[in-house]
């Protein structure tokens, strides 16, 4: 007997490190795998810089300054070298600045414009999922980060400490918000007491110190913004709902708003967040190949909640600790923006995210043009934004038109409307494409009536965001590269590529490919292909098979359960698809199934045509009934028509009709007895007195059969 259980395998997201060696079992899970940067953790993952690339940066400010005052904004071909094409965007695009302390920024308005951008979008999410938004303190007593030991231990490396206010040393020290499961525990203890306080769901946006030793603007700086869930629930099945929940929003964000294909799914036990249970992510592949962690969402179970105490009371009136999660969306996603749409010009934003949709740029050479041309541009301005766009004039007059297309290319404004002297004439526009350079992305003769021009700027910014996307997918797609082998998996990283392959190897494995590769595993991605593992029971006799088919089905999922479980697997079902029993025992079964199907047959068949042959003479009985009934009116009709007595002795009276009658119905009996003979023709006495020694017969022996029951 052979039995096929289906299961889902895992695909896992590597830095460069090394592939795990893999199990004798055929089970596999899929690991996205990325390319190797420099020693170090923080150097496999875009949230990373170059050694030196700080020093290179503050020895730049200043030349930055200057180049900010020349009409040359020159950006480092992303080519020639990534990171510096990145920082040199972030500068001539005024996103962000360095602060005065190193590791720390300064957000400009422009990228602070994509930052409320996403929180917009979010906010609305989550309070469509039933969360509040709150705010809590961002000092931290030392004692409660203590509570956690995985949680202290996770981050002590990175915690800002503070030891003296006021002058004065303080008695205990304050740690500046890593993040703040520690104080919300201490908070929900105090607010939650029953059932009836769960679920408890909050959210807030804040600022985080994280005392990072390598920094890079957006993607890892010593303080960043973010939004942190924290909810509480009376069971781990609702824990791991929201948790899910909120990885979903979060992919559903990338993929809608920011048009970059991320891939969702598990971290590793080695990669899950100190105090936490499981760990959820978005993997994001960056225009240098380079992963980008982009959100996470943390199952916490109980280790919180056990720490700190927090219980409640079931309804059973029993006390129990609440189950909880957080997840969290960081400023980093800025980063991840530019970083996955951007070209040698600079930025390329997606138009939903994008501070700025449509920019108009008003064209004039003489005085007296310059009026009407401008005229024109407020009209256009003044549509679009009542269309609900965000639209940005350039009437300035220091700058060319043609620095003015390159500076808002540079800025990733998704369309530009140009407006001139001849435009005005004609009462129509010039449309140019942020994401399709040069002439193929430049339309001309776009009408100014409102209802085409709205119509129109509109379908071109959806054009736009679904060209973004796709071209990221496109991109992710062919970088990311199948392999089954530890020496494939190598080889793939050497190339700066994605790895994707089967994982089931322990903790220490997975260090030892980070060490010897620089590769490290992302996430067990949540979409994963098929397993089938066939299994054979040669000892179970053909009918066992069939009748304990389940119970072998529940033990073969539960031993599975016990292999698999440390590696992350989730046995979703088992099934029995397939019996395959000896040649001759199949060719015997095959004839005892023929036997048996041929005497149901036989049986039915019989059955059938009993059915048939009773049915055929009820009929034939009705019919002759109904038929003597109708022969009966007949007879009768006529004799009350002739006025005849009823008893038989009457029938002498009135000799003539009595004969007529009596003879119609011999000869109605004779065509019944031809009609049902197999003989052609029927004889019966003929002459000038037949008919009435027929009828005399007939007569008699009703005379005699009446006098005889008299008598009687």
Aim: hydrophobic share 40%; glycine share 6%.
């Amino acid at each position: 007997m052979v039995s096929s259980l289906r299961l889902p395998t895992l695909t896992s997201l590597f830095s460069p490190s090394s592939f795990a060696r893999r199990s004798t079992v055929t089970l596999r899970r899929r690991l996205h795998l990325r390319p190797p940067l420099a020693a170090g953790f923080s150097a496999q993952s875009a949230a990373s810089s170059p050694t030196g690339t700080e020093d290179r940066v503050e020895g730049k400010k200043s030349s930055r300054v200057q180049e900010r005052a020349n009409t040359d904004r020159v950006i480092t071909p992303r080519s020639q070298d990534f990171n510096a094409w990145y920082l040199d965007v972030i500068a001539n695009a005024e996103l962000a600045d360095y602060g005065p302390v190193r590791g720390t920024m300064v957000i400009r308005p422009y990228g602070y414009a994509i930052w409320e951008a996403i929180q917009d979008y979010l906010n609305v999410k989550f309070k469509e999922t039933g969360h509040s938004n709150m705010y809590f303190p961002q000092f931290i007593p030392y004692s409660f980060i203590e509570k956690e030991a995985s949680h202290v231990e996770g981050f002590s490396p990175e915690l800002a400490l503070v030891t003296i206010g006021g002058g004065k040393e303080l008695e205990e020290k304050l740690v500046v918000r890593p993040t703040s499961e520690t104080i919300v525990n201490h908070m929900f203890t105090q607010w939650i007491h029953s059932y009836r306080d769960l679920p408890l769901m909050i959210n807030q946006w804040a600022n985080v110190t994280r005392w990072e030793m390598r920094t890079k603007p957006f993607v890892r700086t010593l303080e960043f913004l973010w939004q942190e869930g924290h909810t509480a629930h009376a069971t781990p099945e609702e824990a791991e709902e929201e948790a899910l929940q909120m990885i979903d929003v979060y992919t559903k964000f990338a993929y809608e708003q920011a048009a970059i294909p991320v891939i969702p799914g598990r971290k590793s036990k080695v990669e899950t967040f100190a105090g936490a249970d499981k760990t959820y992510t978005i993997e994001a592949m960056m225009g240098d190949r380079k992963a980008l962690q982009a959100g996470t969402s943390h199952n916490l179970g109980q280790n919180f909640s056990r720490a700190f105490g927090t219980q409640f009371t079931d309804e059973n009136g029993q006390r129990q600790h609440v189950w909880q999660t957080s997840w969290a969306i960081s400023t980093r996603f800025v980063g991840g923006i530019i970083m996955t749409h951007g070209d040698d010009t600079g930025l390329m934003l997606p138009p939903r995210i994008a501070p700025v949709q449509v920019v108009i740029v008003p064209i004039w050479k003489k005085a007296d043009e310059k009026t009407g041309v401008l005229n024109a541009a407020s009209s256009v301005a003044e549509i679009l934004k009542t269309a609900g766009l965000k639209v940005k004039l350039d009437d300035t007059e220091q700058r060319t038109p043609g620095w003015k297309f390159n500076f808002w290319e540079m800025k990733g404004v998704p369309l530009r409307i140009e407006i001139g002297p001849r435009d005005v004439s004609s009462g129509s526009v010039v449309i140019s494409r942020r994401d399709i350079p040069g002439k193929q992305g430049k339309v001309f003769g776009i009408s100014m009536e409102p209802s085409i021009l709205e119509a129109y700027v509109k379908d071109r910014l959806d054009e736009i965001q679904s060209s973004l996307l796709e071209r990221a997918i496109s991109f992710r797609d062919s970088n990311i590269v199948d392999v089954s082998s530890y020496e494939e998996l190598k080889e793939v990283i050497s190339l700066g590529k994605w790895a994707r392959g089967p994982w089931s190897a322990s903790d220490a494995d997975e260090l030892r490919v980070k060490e010897e590769t620089g590769a490290t595993i992302r996430c067990y991605p949540f979409e994963q292909p098929q397993v089938v593992i066939r299994a054979s029971a040669p000892k179970l006799n053909v009918d066992d098979v069939f009748e304990q088919k389940n119970e072998i089905a529940k033990a073969v999922k539960e031993e599975l359960e016990k292999a698999m479980s440390a590696y992350g697997y989730e046995i979703v079902q088992t099934l029995i698809v397939d019996i395959e029993p000896d040649e001759h025992v199949k060719r015997a079964m095959n004839e005892i199934n023929a036997a048996a199907r041929l005497r149901v047959a036989a049986k039915e068949k019989a059955e059938a045509e009993k059915i048939l042959q009773i049915k055929r003479a009820e009929g034939e009985a009705e019919s002759k009934y109904l038929s003597g009934v109708g022969i009966a009116r007949q007879r009768q009709a006529i004799v009350d028509g002739l006025t005849l007595r009823d008893s038989v002795v009457g029938f002498s009276v009135n000799v003539p009709v009595m004969d007529m009658v009596l003879v119609t119905h011999y000869f109605d009996t004779m065509k019944e007895i031809g009609a049902a003979s197999k003989s052609s023709a029927v004889f019966i006495p003929h002459g000038p007195v037949a008919v009435r020694d027929v009828a005399t017969q007939i007569r008699d022996g009703l005379l005699q059969a009446d006098s005889t029951v008299a008598t009687i």
